[in-house]
């Protein structure tokens, strides 16, 4: 009969290897024995690991089985051991387990079927730890390339397991990390007791968590953290986290696309707007910033300022509409005591005052001929003269210029001088009316409310599904300051954390009707729904929205007229 198991005997009683091989032999045979007497030779073949299980003696002459299967180990000896002990003491027996022995037998009652089902149990057993530490590498291996990390925390809140991937995530070596109790990981405050509470929800209610992680490297890492049960112990909890660092930078460069300085949008032409800030940042020339009231001309009437290399010096604004030729002859360019009834002292005016800085003229269509005349000489001439006096004072200001009302019009009509016109309108950019961009209506929204929770100390969290659409189909004839007063108003109203149609200001509650354009007679369907995207600048949730439809009736018309939007 073949064998079928190669067994190596490390003891030096020669009897005891006669009395093991009599032993197997009676066993019935499949068994092939090798000795070895010697402490060296032993180890040698134990590190080989040319046989498939072996039996040590634990005495070894001034050396014993354990020192041997500890070095043997420590060699990288992977087969089973099985130690013969015949002490008679239970710490040898332990110290033998502790040490990797599989099993241990008393050599006093060894019997030919004990034996042999102790060297196939150990060699069976051997088996299944190597194919269950492979299962557990796969899924390990699996895990670090789903880019997954994986914490098992136990019911008292110690980490009995933290994966590769979990330990790069976290900057810990696995040795820090096991053991430790996991509010000891580098969470915020704020997070591990959001973190701590969601470990404690009943399992239907939890939500993945985002948290902020600042390692020890001082790397920041942005991550989703998502609570599982363990099916094995519900009392042990199952971290997995997602790391979403370049998600977060990625929405991080939305966001500046979204934002320049404290303008807002992302619609195509305000990309269009912040293109001309930038563009003119690094220029002096004078700009004209045109568009409908509340559309934002100061916003960008400070961009500019703040670009460029004037800001750390002073960005002075005038509104010029409501002021008398003399009163803004005065604040323009200042004055002499005695000048007029009231000018008790000498005066600078805005443009002294704004030396190496910027000035914003808002409506500057509402100056009068005089004004305009003696602004003309300041662009030409670069210097102003106080009202009352004859001495011209040298000025190096730029001129940012805004208006609402349409300036070659009135040149036209004789009520505006063409060469100031000229002068002012170097440079010029166009601010789109809201209606036109409805599409960064919620982004509007979102930072209006992240502004009056701050201010107000109320959580108002976000703006309901049908107010939502309200705020999208309105008109805003007061454009973006309009809608920064609406949501004011909504959430000094609201009473919960979601805005709704009742918060909104009367005038919007009223208006519920479809937008004007999409409400024509003599549109049909497919042009309501185009014109709604074109609105809605491609975003179809927002068109449902203008539509006062739900996202599935529009993809459902989008589907039966034929319209692809990408």
């Known amino acids: 009969m073949s064998a079928d198991l190669r067994v190596l005997l490390v ?28 402490y060296e030779a032993g180890l040698q073949a134990m590190t080989g690991n040319g046989h498939d299980v072996c039996v040590v003696d634990y005495r070894l002459g001034p050396r014993n089985g354990i020192e041997l299967l500890a070095a043997a180990r420590g060699g990288g000896c992977t087969m089973p051991v099985v130690l013969f002990t015949g002490t008679g003491d239970h710490d040898v027996d332990v110290q033998a387990m502790k040490a990797g022995a599989v099993d241990y037998l008393d050599k006093g009652g060894i019997t030919a079927p004990v034996l042999e089902r102790t060297l196939r ?195 002075v604004a005038v509104n010029c509409a409501g002021l008398t030729e003399s009163l803004l002859g005065s604040q323009l360019f200042g004055h ?13 005016g805005v443009f002294e005052t704004a030396v190496g800085g910027t000035i914003f003229l808002d409506e500057i269509g509402d100056i009068t001929a005089g004004v305009q005349s003696s602004l003309l000489r300041v662009l030409q001439e670069k210097e102003i003269t106080r009202l009352g006096e004859t001495t011209p004072r040298k000025i190096d200001v ?26 002012i309108r170097v440079a010029r950019i166009v601010l789109p009316p809201l209606r036109d961009r409805r599409a960064d209506i919620p982004l509007l929204v979102e930072t209006f409310l992240r502004r009056f929770r701050a201010t107000s100390n109320k959580d108002v969290q976000r703006v309901g599904e049908a107010a939502l659409g309200l705020l999208l189909n309105h008109a805003w004839p007061g454009n973006v300051r309009e809608l920064q007063s609406a949501i004011e108003f909504a959430v000094i109203r609201c009473k919960g954390s979601v805005i709704e149609v009742a918060d909104l200001p009367p005038e919007l509650q009223q208006a519920a009707e479809p937008t004007p354009v999409l409400a024509a007679p003599e549109m049909g369907e497919r042009d309501r729904v185009l014109e709604a995207l074109r609105l809605a600048a491609g975003n179809r949730v927002a068109a449902a929205k203008i539509l006062g439809v739900s996202r599935s009736t529009l993809y459902r018309r989008l589907a039966e007229l034929g319209i692809e939007t990408g």
């Open 336 to 348: 002499k005591r005695g000048a007029f009834t009231g000018a008790v002292e000498d005066q600078a």
């Open 121 to 315: 149990y150990a060699v069976e057993r051997s088996r299944k730890d190597a194919e269950l530490r492979k299962s557990h590498q796969d899924l390990l291996a699996i895990l670090n390339q789903l880019r997954i990390g994986v914490a098992v925390v136990e019911a008292d809140g110690r980490l009995a397991f933290l994966s590769q991937r979990g330990r790069e995530m976290l900057d810990r070596l696995e040795e820090e990390a096991v053991g430790l109790h996991w509010e000891r990981l580098p969470f915020a405050a704020e997070d591990r007791a959001r973190l701590s509470g969601l470990m404690q929800s009943p399992a239907d209610q939890r939500e993945k968590l985002s948290v902020h992680v600042e390692t020890e490297s001082q790397t920041h890492v942005w991550l989703e953290v998502e609570v599982n049960d363990d099916p094995r112990d519900p009392a042990r909890k199952m971290l997995l986290l997602y790391d979403v660092t370049e998600l977060h930078d990625l929405r991080q460069e939305l966001d500046k696309k979204a934002q320049f300085h404290d303008l807002v949008g992302k619609c195509e032409p305000m990309q269009t707007v912040y293109q001309a800030i930038t563009d003119l940042s690094g220029v002096d020339a004078t700009v004209l910033v045109e568009g409908e009231t509340g559309t934002g001309k100061e916003l960008v009437a400070r961009a500019i300022h703040y670009a460029s290399h004037r800001k750390d010096k002073p960005f």
């Open 398 to 423: 730029r001129i940012v210029a805004a208006t609402h009302r349409d300036l070659p019009q009135m040149v036209e009509a004789g009520d505006f001088r063409m060469d100031l016109l000229y002068r």
């Open 11 to 38: 003891d030096d009683d020669e009897d005891y290897f006669i009395v093991t091989r009599d032993l197997l032999e009676e066993a019935g045979g499949g068994f092939a024995l090798d000795w070895t007497p010697e």
